[in-house]
């Protein structure tokens, strides 16, 4: 089959024949029909540190995708051959503590799809049968494509109430965008964007931000607004310290964003301001799914976050839209 394959340790991904992957008894084999791309196979595209120290070589990456069910194990009993999936591509133990006490998504053994085990940009990808997510059939290929960073943004966003709360999101990349939107539909009273990029902080306002902030510009020191929810989906050390100095007393601040580096903060913020910070690692499995599906039926609205489509074959200028970041969420689609 052909796959879009990390085969060697430099910058780049090449679109390469393997072997189709095999299933154990437990497994569904899905033939993959739209893909998108994560800033996650970015940084391994871009062979930065992360990826040198995780990314067995060779392998294919990806995992964001939706296909359909071509073949499935014998032990698989609740999923049929033709049915639409996506899946939740991180695989987890079921052995340890927080696997046993419904806390999977804090399992210290996950391996991940696309990063750990051969992904989905592919014309097929594995899945065990129990991270397979049928799509409904009013949800359309490109919005079924991104549920894991959709996921990733609506745990992030619903980590605390925002109903007529006041919410600073640093960061106006896919996830900071769709937590935006979700903030809007939760009904936040007002929701402060931050980025340092223009395009994005334009689509920040499409989506339903109150007030777009550039920190190139104007330091989030001398702005006005108070917030006493913060969602950090940058991974920028300067958004996160200037976070935590201006947030309202007794805030809580939700954290997606992958620093780096070691970042320090003034913890006399933390301490005397009585501040609650949560991170975030994926989706809770799975609850944000089914939160997810919801609030897509009920009407969340995420389109907008999709700007670039290419076909596979394309899939360089799927890359370079995204290294420039003049792009909300990009799609690359397998179908022949
Ligand atoms: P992204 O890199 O596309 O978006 C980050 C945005 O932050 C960019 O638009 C960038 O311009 C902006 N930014 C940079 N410096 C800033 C600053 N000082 N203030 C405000 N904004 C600034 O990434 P994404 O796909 O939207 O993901 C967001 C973050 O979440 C990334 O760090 C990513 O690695 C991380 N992530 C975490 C998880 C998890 O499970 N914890 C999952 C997926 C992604
Ligand atoms: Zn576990």
């Known amino acids: ?69 071509i073949e499935v194990g014998k032990d698989v009993k609740n999923i049929k051959v033709g049915e639409r999936v996506s899946g939740e591509g ?55 494509a991104i549920f894991d960073p959709l996921g990733n943004s609506i745990h992030t966003a619903l980590s605390f109430d925002l109903i007529g709360e006041s919410v600073f999101i640093s960061g106006a990349g896919p996830t900071g965008l769709m937590a935006t939107q979700i903030a809007k539909y939760i009904g936040a009273k007002n929701i402060i964007v931050s980025d340092v990029n223009e395009y994005r902080l334009t689509l920040a306002e499409k989506m339903g931000a109150t007030h777009t902030i550039n920190v190139l510009q104007t330091p989030l020191d001398s702005v006005e607004h108070e917030y006493d929810i913060a969602l950090e989906m940058s991974g920028n050390a300067y958004a996160l310290q200037t976070l935590i100095k201006n947030i309202s007393h007794g805030g809580k601040v939700a954290l997606l964003g992958i620093f780096p580096e070691h970042v320090s903060i003034d913890w006399d913020n933390v301490i005397f301001k009585g501040l609650h910070l949560k991170g975030i690692y994926g989706r809770e499995m799975f609850t944000t799914w089914h939160k997810m599906l919801a609030l897509l039926q009920s009407g969340l609205a995420i389109s907008p976050v999709i700007t670039h489509h290419y076909h596979i074959d394309e899939y360089q200028s799927g ?14 689609n397998w179908k022949k």
């Not at 024949?17 to 994560?38: G, K, S, Y």
């Not at 696309?114 to 290929?141: C, M, Q």
């Open 1 to 69: 089959m052909k796959a879009l394959v990390k085969s060697k340790p430099e910058p780049g991904l090449w679109m390469e024949d393997v072997p189709v992957p095999t299933i154990d008894p437990h497994e569904v084999l899905v033939e993959v029909d739209v893909t998108a791309i994560c800033g996650t196979d970015l940084h391994i595209y871009n062979w930065d540190k992360w990826a040198q120290k995780t990314i067995p070589v060779p392998m294919h990456i990806g995992h964001e995708f939706v296909g359909h069910v």
């Open 90 to 144: 991180h695989i987890t133990c079921d052995h340890c503590k927080n696997c046993r006490t419904g806390k999977s998504h804090l399992c210290a053994h996950t391996v991940g799809l696309g990063v750990n085990r051969p992904g989905a940009f592919a014309e097929y990808v594995s899945l065990p049968a129990k991270n397979i997510v049928k799509v409904p059939e009013d949800i359309p290929d490109e919005i079924a």
């Open 319 to 332: 890359f370079d839209i995204m290294n420039s970041r003049n792009c909300g969420k990009v799609i690359l």
